[in-house]
């Protein structure tokens, strides 16, 4: 090896441990679903009213017709979930919170299809997830009237595994 060229040096193949194959299969699966959602919100929407209402402000919108739409505007892949499955969100409560910067804190429901569905518990998270990372919302419950929705399993595994609070 003494005096080899660097280019005539072997080195033996990168393996994938079974960790890092199913990290990458995952990591595609998401990239598809992701793209999937986009198009199939992008076949149903106005982009141009989409993209206003996503640029603005909540309170703006705050006890108007929009702002409903506009709350869906911000949504990512629990959108499509929510439009192809014929349901929606609804506004039960909210506040103004005053702080640093003005947030909304809301108490939404689920409408239409979305009631006592078995993906549920998914798709309250991917909403509470989604409004959250929203500079104006601070906080996203649920009604606890959705929960009487559901049989008394469908309650329990909302609740266990619903990763969103009820009020």
Request: with cysteine; glycine share 8%; charged share 30%.
């Amino acid at each position: 090896m003494v005096g080899e060229s660097i280019q005539n040096i072997h080195y033996p193949p990168l393996s994938m441990t079974d960790d890092d194959l199913v990290a990458k299969y995952a990591a595609e699966a998401l990239a598809s679903m992701k793209m999937e959602a986009q198009k199939r919100v992008e076949e149903v929407v106005d982009l141009e009213l989409e993209n206003r209402l996503r640029k603005t402000s909540l309170f703006n919108l705050l006890d108007g017709d929009e702002f409903i739409p506009a709350l869906l505007s911000r949504l990512n892949e629990v959108r499509a979930a929510l439009d192809g499955h014929g349901g929606g969100i609804k506004l039960t409560s909210y506040s103004v919170i005053d702080g640093r910067n003005k947030t909304l804190e809301m108490v939404l429901d689920l409408t239409g299809a979305c009631l006592s569905c078995g993906a549920a518990p998914g798709t309250l998270e991917g909403v509470k997830n989604d409004l959250e990372s929203d500079s104006e919302i601070s906080l996203v419950k649920f009604s606890s009237e959705l929960l009487d929705t559901f049989d008394e399993l469908g309650r329990e595994f909302i609740l266990a595994h619903g990763k969103v609070e009820f009020v």
